[in-house]
């Protein structure tokens, strides 16, 4: 989060070129549906400390969600915006079968993305056709199954790129409609166990963090 206030700050202040009318604002909510993936990689060692079984997996998911945004506009063509995602993107579970320290025993292990939060700077033509570029910051919280409990990645980084559509209306609310393109920094986590004789450490690593959606949204100008 410190990252994405610096971010806006410096956008702010690089806009002071611009006649910026601080009177004039958008607020909006967005309804999002997008797919994610990403590929996992899990390393489970044995007592002894050794590797004893590497699990590679590529998946993807679809989730749907909301999002909330404020904009300042710096001119008729150029807006500097904050949206958020006040839900988590949730995975579905990924289960390993008869992984765990008994054979018969599988670790599941599943994720929410929490606080998404998006700084971008939006630039519109005069027949509402606008493109959208964006630096991200999420939360990612692990839960396993059978795993011991693997320590939460953090915050991880990304950036967005869109392209949409905005229709005015005669109330002074318009619609748009927006494809974009998200991608996040590599994440890992571990299950804090050492190996010994009867405990089992689990490593999970996951890149390519990439993503695609479609949101609509409605926007009021102030």
Sequence with gaps: MKKIAAILVALVFSSSAFAID???????????????????????????????????????????????????????????????VPDAISTPANINSGEGTKSDTDISVEADFNDLTTVYLLAKSPIGIYGKVGFSSMEIDVSSKNAGTYADPGTTDGTTVALGYEHDTDNGIAVRLEAAYHSFDDVAANNGITSSGTSQRNELSVTGMEGLTGRISVVKSF
Excluded: C, P, R
């Design 22 to 84: 601080i009177s004039m604002f958008n607020i909006g909510a967005s309804y999002n549906h997008g797919v994610y993936g990403g590929d996992g990689k899990e390393l489970n060692y044995n007592q002894g400390g050794t590797v004893d079984n590497t699990t590679k997996k590529s998946a993807a998911f679809v989730d749907s969600y909301a999002s909330v945004f404020v904009e300042l506009e710096v001119n008729d063509s150029v807006a500097i915006g904050i949206d958020y």
